[in-house]
C-alpha cells in the first residue's frame, strides 16, 4: 500500500511532463491498460498457452537486444517452455516483437499491486527474469508470494543507487532479500547488492553479458545489407555517431564540416536515440548546409554516389547494432551531457575505432577496461573529437590497432551467458535456491 501512494504521487508530479510528451510524441499511449490494469485473462492465454512460462522483463532497447541471446539459449535449452517477453517502452516493445514474435511480447504493468497482481495471477509464470536492475518492490513481493522465484542477470548497481536504496533501507532490504539469485556483472556490483540486503550465497559473479553479445564479424548479412543500401564504396572511412542525444548530432557535424574537405573519404551516419527527434535531427542535419539521407525513405539506386555533402540519418529503430559493423570510426552518444553513455562493446566488438564523452557512468567498468587496454578513447569535447576523427584518417594503422585490441578484450571477457543458462536451469530443473547454490559451489 505504501508503495502504491508514493507511486500514485510521483504520477501525478510527472503527469504534466507526461500529458506533453503523449500529445506532442504519442509517447506513452500503447498498453496502457495492460500498464495501469495489468494482462487481462484472454491476453495471457494468448500469451503462454495456458501453461506455467518463464516471464522474462527487459525494459527498453537495451536490455531487449541483451536478452535476445538469453532467450535463444533457453529456447534451444527447453524447447517446450513459453517464454514471453515484456517491456517498458514503445521502442523496446517494438523491438522485441521483431527479436520474438508480437505472440510472445506484452508491455509490463506499473508497480501498482493491483496490476501486478492481475499480471501474475493470469499469467502464472513459474519464473520471474529481470534484465540487469529492474527492482520493482510490488512486482518481487507478489512473484514470490505466487510461487515465482525472481532471478536478476548481468546485474549492476551504481554507487549512488546503492547509496539512495541503502538510505531507505528499512523500505527496500525486504525487496533485495526476496531476490532468489542475482548474476553481477562484477564484484563492485556485487558487493553493493549485498549492502542492500540481498543474501550473499545467492550472488554470482558472471561478468556482463554485453561481452558475450557484443559482434564479433561484420561478414554478416545485417551489416552487408546496410553497406549496399548505403552505396559504401571500399576507399570510404564511415564515421558513425550512434545513440545521439540533443546537442551531439550538432557538434558531430561541426567535426565533419572542419574534415569533410581535406578528407574526402569520410562519411558520415547519424544515429539518434530517441525516435520523437528524428525530424528534427533531419532539419538539423539541412541547416548546417548538408543533405540528409533518410533511412526510412525508399532504396537508394546502386547508381547514386554518396558523396561529402550528404550524411545519412538512421531514423529506425532496433539497427544501430548493424551500422556499427559499416564503421571503421564509431563515436558513443549519450556521453557528452550527463546521459550516463550508451553500449560501446557493440562497435568495439566489430573493431571499429571507439571513442565516447567523459560521462559514462552506465557503462563505467566497461568504458574504462576499454581505455586502460588502449581498446577505446575517451574524449572531452568537440575539439578532442575533431583530434580523434582526425587521427583516425591520418594514421590508419593505429586506428585498426584500437580496434583489434577492442576484440581481444572482448574475447577475454566473454563467458557470463553460459553462467547465466547455468543458475537460471538450475532453478528450472530442480526448484530451489539450493541446487543453485550447489551449482555454484560445483563450478
Known amino acids: 500500500m505504501f508503495a502504491n501512494l508514493i507511486y500514485l504521487f510521483a ?4 503527469s504534466p511532463l507526461v500529458a506533453y510528451r503523449m500529445i506532442r510524441y504519442g509517447r506513452y499511449r500503447r498498453g496502457s491498460r495492460e500498464k495501469l490494469f495489468g494482462l487481462s485473462k484472454n491476453a495471457a492465454l494468448s500469451l503462454s498457452n495456458g501453461k506455467r512460462c518463464v516471464w522474462l522483463h527487459a525494459v527498453s532497447v537495451g536490455e531487449v537486444n541483451l536478452a535476445k541471446g538469453i532467450v535463444g539459449r533457453l529456447r534451444s535449452r527447453y524447447p517446450d517452455d513459453t517464454i514471453v517477453i515484456s517491456s517498458s517502452t514503445d521502442t523496446g516493445y517494438d523491438l522485441a516483437i521483431q527479436h520474438f514474435g508480437a505472440d510472445k511480447v506484452f508491455f509490463c504493468p506499473l508497480d501498482f499491486s493491483w496490476a501486478v497482481s492481475r499480471t501474475i495471477q493470469n499469467l502464472n509464470p513459474k519464473l520471474l527474469l529481470l534484465a540487469e536492475l529492474e527492482l520493482w518492490p510490488n512486482l518481487i513481493r507478489i ?6 522465484p525472481v532471478m536478476v542477470f548481468n546485474a549492476r548497481l551504481s554507487e549512488k543507487s546503492a547509496s539512495g536504496y541503502h538510505r531507505f533501507g528499512p523500505f527496500t532490504r525486504r525487496t533485495f532479500a526476496r531476490l532468489s539469485w542475482v548474476g553481477c556483472q562484477n564484484e563492485h556490483n556485487a558487493e553493493r547488492f549485498r549492502r542492500c540486503g540481498t543474501v550473499a550465497n545467492r550472488i554470482t559473479i558472471t561478468g556482463s553479458i554485453k561481452f558475450d553479445d557484443a559482434p564479433t564479424s561484420r561478414e554478416t548479412m545485417e551489416v552487408r545489407s546496410r553497406k549496399e543500401w548505403a552505396n559504401i564504396d571500399p576507399w570510404h572511412r564511415i564515421w558513425v555517431v550512434g545513440s545521439t542525444q540533443p546537442g551531439e ?12 574537405h581535406e578528407h574526402t573519404e569520410l562519411r558520415l551516419i547519424l544515429v539518434p536515440r530517441h525516435p520523437e527527434r528524428f525530424d528534427a535531427v533531419a532539419k538539423l542535419v539541412e541547416s548546417s548546409g548538408l543533405n540528409v539521407r533518410r533511412r526510412s525513405a525508399a532504396k537508394i539506386s546502386h547508381e547514386k554516389d554518396w558523396n561529402t555533402d550528404t550524411v545519412i540519418l538512421v531514423d529506425t529503430i532496433g539497427e544501430l547494432r548493424h551500422w556499427w559493423g559499416v564503421s571503421q570510426i564509431a563515436t558513443v552518444g549519450g556521453s557528452f551531457a550527463d546521459r550516463g553513455g550508451q553500449n560501446m562493446l557493440e562497435p568495439a ?13 552506465n557503462f563505467k567498468e566497461i568504458a574504462n577496461q576499454l581505455v586502460v587496454n588502449d581498446a577505446a578513447v575517451r574524449v572531452a569535447d568537440q575539439a578532442e573529437l575533431t583530434q580523434f576523427v582526425r587521427r583516425c584518417l591520418t594514421n590508419i594503422p593505429a586506428a585498426e590497432e584500437l580496434g583489434m585490441n577492442a ?13 547465466t543458462i547455468e543458475a537460471i536451469a538450475a532453478e528450472l530443473d530442480q526448484g530451489g535456491e539450493t541446487k543453485i547454490e550447489q551449482t555454484k559451489k560445483c563450478a
Open 349 to 361: 566488438g566489430y573493431g571499429s575505432a571507439v571513442s565516447f564523452g567523459p560521462d559514462t557512468r
Open 143 to 148: 512473484a514470490k508470494n505466487h510461487d515465482c
Open 249 to 260: 548530432e550538432k557538434m558531430a557535424l561541426d567535426v565533419y564540416q572542419t574534415l569533410r
Open 407 to 419: 576484440q581481444r578484450l572482448i574475447h577475454s571477457h566473454q563467458g557470463a551467458s553460459s553462467k
Open 11 to 14: 504520477l501525478l508530479l510527472v
